[in-house]
C-alpha cells in the first residue's frame, strides 16, 4: 500500500467516523424519524402501535448506517490505516474512549469469522480426506 492511499484511508476514516457520530444522528432526528412517522401514521399491527413500529423503523436506519460507516465498514473499505483514522476522530471529538466500544464490536467480529473460517477449512480437511480413502 502506497503512503498517498494510506493517507487516503486515514482521512476516509475520519471522515466516516465524524460522518456517523455527528451528522448521521442529524439527519435521523431531523428528517428520517418525521419521514417515517408520516408514512406510518396511526397504525397499529398486533400489539405494536405506531410509535413502537416508528422506534423499530428508526433503529433499523440507524444500524444501517452504523454497518456502512462503523468500524467494519471502515475496515472493509479503508484497512487499518482507516481504523487509525477512526480512533483520531474520536480524539478531535473530544474523547478517546469512545472509540472503545467500536474496537471491541469490531474485535468481536474478527474472532467469529477467524472461528468460523477455521472450522471451514477443517471441514473441507475432512472431506478432502474422505474422498482421498
Do not use: H, N
Request: net charge neutral; glycine share 10%; with cysteine.
Amino acid at each position: 500500500m502506497g503512503a498517498k492511499r494510506a493517507v487516503g484511508s486515514f482521512i476516509a476514516g475520519i471522515i466516516m467516523t465524524i460522518v456517523l457520530v455527528v451528522i448521521v444522528p442529524i439527519l435521523v432526528d431531523q428528517y428520517i424519524t418525521g419521514y417515517i412517522q408520516d408514512i406510518v401514521g396511526d397504525t397499529s399491527v398486533m400489539f405494536l402501535t405506531s410509535d413502537v413500529i416508528v422506534t423499530i423503523l428508526v433503529w433499523a436506519v440507524i444500524l444501517g448506517f452504523m454497518i456502512l460507516l462503523g468500524a467494519g465498514g471502515i475496515l472493509r473499505s479503508c484497512g487499518v490505516f482507516g481504523i487509525l483514522g477512526l480512533i483520531v476522530a474520536y480524539y478531535i471529538m473530544g474523547d478517546v474512549t469512545d472509540a472503545l466500544l467500536p474496537l471491541l464490536i469490531l474485535c468481536a467480529m474478527l474472532l467469529v469469522s477467524w472461528i468460523r473460517d477455521k472450522k471451514k477449512e477443517k471441514k473441507a480437511a475432512a472431506k478432502a480426506s474422505d474422498y482421498g480413502e
